[in-house]
């Protein structure tokens, strides 16, 4: 019988320390609600450079808008950022007709540009640029793609789309037009002048 009583104790000596333990651990979390408790390693997921976001001491480096990324001087462009002037309005979209496609035209540019096209325009524009894309077939939501081609395929803002100047299609490209969204984010400047050549060739069926 003593045997089994000193069992028992230790039974609840273990019991109220884990008890004791826990509560301790869980103390913490009580004081700051915003607090994410015992973390582990913390440097482990904590870079130790500085996060973009994360504010800087403004009285130490007074010059500092009070976090690390800065606002860029004025008038200047990140490396690999090429400006596109043109606003999205309807002089824009008319301004837009006399820019030129710096492109050089080779099979290879051509190749790259049927290839960008049928990725990101073909699902509504179709392989052919018929307007008739597997969205636009499956009915799913989006309607009146103009065929890139034809006498009777016109621009919701005027004219044929056989005759449309590349300035126009990389406008577009840049800014979307009502349900064709915006793509200067899936694809660079040279990216889109190759697209843009390939649709020009899409225009000439
Ligand atoms: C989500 C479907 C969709 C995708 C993807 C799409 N388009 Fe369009 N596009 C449209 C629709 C719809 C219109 C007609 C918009 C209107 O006139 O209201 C259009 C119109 C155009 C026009 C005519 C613009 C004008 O001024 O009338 C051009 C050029 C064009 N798209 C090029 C492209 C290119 C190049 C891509 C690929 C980078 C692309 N589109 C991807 C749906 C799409």
């Not at 994410?36 to 403004?58: F, H, V």
Request: one cysteine or more; glycine letters at 8%; aromatic letters at 8%.
């Amino acid at each position: 019988m003593k045997g089994s009583i000193s069992a028992m104790n230790k039974k609840t000596i273990v019991y109220a320390a884990v008890v004791m333990l826990v509560t301790v651990a869980l103390l913490p979390a009580c004081r700051d609600k915003k607090s994410t408790g015992l973390e582990y390693a913390r440097n482990m997921y904590d870079p130790i450079a500085y996060n973009q976001d994360q504010p800087t001491d403004k009285k130490a480096i007074p010059s500092f808008n009070g976090q690390t990324a800065q606002t860029p001087p004025p008038n200047t462009d990140p490396i690999g950022f090429d400006r596109y002037e043109l606003p999205n309005t309807k002089e824009g979209y008319e301004a837009s007709a006399t820019v030129v496609n710096p492109t050089t035209l080779t099979k290879e540019t051509l190749l790259e540009g049927q290839h960008l096209y049928k990725v990101f325009c073909s699902p509504c524009h179709g392989v052919k640029g018929d307007g008739k894309g597997h969205i636009v077939e499956l009915d799913k939501g989006i309607s009146g793609v103009p065929a890139y081609f034809g006498a009777e395929s016109t621009s919701s803002r005027g004219g044929l789309m056989k005759d449309m100047p590349a300035g126009k299609i990389y406008h577009t490209i840049v800014y979307g037009l009502n349900a064709m969204g915006s793509y200067a984010s899936q694809l660079t400047p040279t990216e889109r002048w190759k697209v843009v050549a390939y649709v020009q060739q899409l225009q000439k069926q």
